[in-house]
């Protein structure tokens, strides 16, 4: 496998616009339920989240609970694999707020 075919397999499982704020959310070792992951990140529908959370867990990234419990209690946490994911998107963190200024567009003189 080449290092291009590498990246692009782990930028498969991370695609999608809300699967890292999700897992900002899960790191710390947090267990967080369905209702709690839908409040702290409002601008996501519901079926959203739920189509998330299943592909994070399909690649082994996040692991659901279900307590047997009347009405059902479904908690998220991150799997140590998951978990650590952390050190890394730390470091993209830095990377990005590193970011040099964009150089500004001119604008077009008017006439």
Known sequence: MTAASGIEDAIQMLEGRWKLVILFHLFGEKKLRFSELERSI????????????????????????????????????????????CPALDELLTWAEKRPTPKRQRRPERA
Request: aromatic share 4%; proline share 7%; hydrophobic share 40%.
């Open 42 to 85: 409002p601008a996501i529908s519901q079926k959203m989240l739920i189509q998330q959370l299943r592909q994070l867990e399909q690649d082994g990234i996040v692991a659901r609970i279900v307590h047997a419990q009347v009405p059902p209690k479904v908690e998220y946490h991150l799997t140590e694999w998951g978990q650590s994911l």
